[in-house]
């Protein structure tokens, strides 16, 4: 199929589905259009007339898109840019350690627990899958997924502090698992495995160089913006820093997506303070918040269609049931126990560590990681496995994690009042 073709095609289910949720479910966007795509894409597999032929189209229209190419080297920028746009950098200064050990030794933990438990897992199901490939599904799946959580957490009126330490994790945590991801994707090319000093080094640098590389296009940015009146120009200076400093950075070996954290942090904080004016501040936030609502919709519709292209095996669709425990028991152990030991030294919202575990929802990014495995069985297994995780965090914890977040908050407000 053409790409005009595909992006019609997508655009469309993407305007339909919002719709039919707007209209009728009135879900959380992220998780009303994933359902009704879901459904949409499962009722083609009953023996409706022309099923079959809608079917095998949408498979076409699938097969012709590089999802994980599309979404690591086109839409992460954006939405990343967008996301940090809208957070205050100062408030998340005050949460700066939490928001670094999430995003990166709870991350390192988790995959670490889920690469080793997965193994015994597939194991135990029969499976013969090299320990480095577990490690993979434990590096793509470690990752979580700002996009449904956040706009759940502010309808629950969860805690300031709560929300921005988890939009802080979200914006961050993406790319500490794209670096190990790579790493670990290396060593099961059958690349030389680096020392643990280099690989340790290779690290800190796309980590390190993606922060110093963020920080620096961001000022550049915000002194062009700085210098003109025209909002049509300083949207375009935006729209470029998200886009070519995604792909500099890439080209660059450092860290994209935490470049893109960074230059939006401060365009987002610093230049709402001093370089953009009050009719401009409007108009950026209504062009990014318009990229990201139909990036996202595109983004959530694919992910439901994805399960037409996916091998849904019984025993692979077992494996995935076996994985969701797994993967909460990894979250609350990788978020758990560093948390522990700072309590020792600040205190912590009430059921902070219940809300931090069940709202780590994972999203686009580890299905596009798991698509671009080689192929072969444990690709296949993986792909599955991620997929029926990525679909039970969305819909059943981003379905109960405002009744969750309020339940906890009406228990602290009865411990405080007697």
């Known amino acids: 199929m053409r790409l005009f073709d595909v992006l019609a095609v997508l655009i ?17 966007n992220a998780i009303g259009l994933m359902l009704i795509a879901l459904v949409f894409s499962l009722m083609l597999l009953l023996p409706f007339p022309f099923a079959s032929e809608l079917e095998q189209a949408v498979q076409r229209m ?81 990752p979580t997924d700002p996009v449904a959580v956040l706009g759940i957490l502010k309808n629950a009126n969860a805690p300031k502090s709560l929300e921005m330490k988890i939009t802080g994790e979200s914006l961050f945590n993406d790319g500490v698992a794209v670096v190990v991801f790579m790493l670990l994707a290396g060593l099961a090319a059958g690349e030389t495995p680096p020392a643990p000093g280099d690989a340790l080094m290779l690290f800190a640098t796309e980590i390190v160089g993606g922060l110093a590389f963020g920080f620096a296009i961001g000022w550049i940015a915000l002194f062009m913006i700085s210098r003109t009146g025209n909002y049509q120009v300083e949207i375009m200076v935006t729209l470029a820093l998200a886009m070519s400093g995604y792909a500099i950075a ?39 918040e318009l990229v990201d609502e139909i990036l996202n919709a595109v983004l959530f519709v694919i992910i439901g269609l994805e399960v037409l292209a996916i091998s849904m095996s019984g025993e692979f669709i077992l494996a995935g049931l076996f994985a969701i425990p797994l993967v909460l028991a990894a979250r609350l152990a990788s978020v758990g126990l560093p948390f522990q030991l700072l309590r020792r030294h600040r205190r912590f919202e009430p059921g902070f560590l219940s809300i931090l575990t069940w709202g780590g929802l994972r999203g686009g990014i580890s299905v596009a990681l798991a698509l671009s495995l080689p192929d072969g069985e444990a690709r296949d297994l993986i792909l599955t496995v991620t997929y029926i995780v990525v679909v039970f965090s969305v819909l059943v914890q981003g379905l109960t994690l405002g009744p969750l977040v309020r339940r906890v908050a009406a228990s602290a407000e009865g411990t405080r009042n007697p």
């Open 12 to 28: 469309g289910f993407s305007a339909l589905f919002s719709w039919l949720n707007d209209r009728y479910l009135r879900l959380p």
């Open 250 to 288: 890439e080209h660059a070996n450092v860290s994209a997506p935490i470049a893109i954290v960074v230059a939006g942090l401060i365009i987002g904080s610093r230049g709402r303070a001093v370089a953009v004016t009050e009719a401009t501040r409007y108009r950026l936030d209504d062009f990014w």
């Open 62 to 142: 699938l097969a012709s898109i590089d999802f994980s190419e599309a979404l690591l080297q086109g839409m992460l920028g954006f939405l990343l840019f967008a996301g940090a746009l809208h957070v205050d950098l100062r408030e998340l200064a005050r949460h700066k350690w939490a928001i670094a050990i999430l995003a990166s030794a709870s991350v390192v933990g988790a995959t670490i627990l889920i690469g080793c438990g997965s193994w015994l897992l597939f194991f135990a199901l029969g499976f013969e899958i090299p320990l480095i490939y577990c490690m993979l599904l434990g590096a793509l799946i470690s």
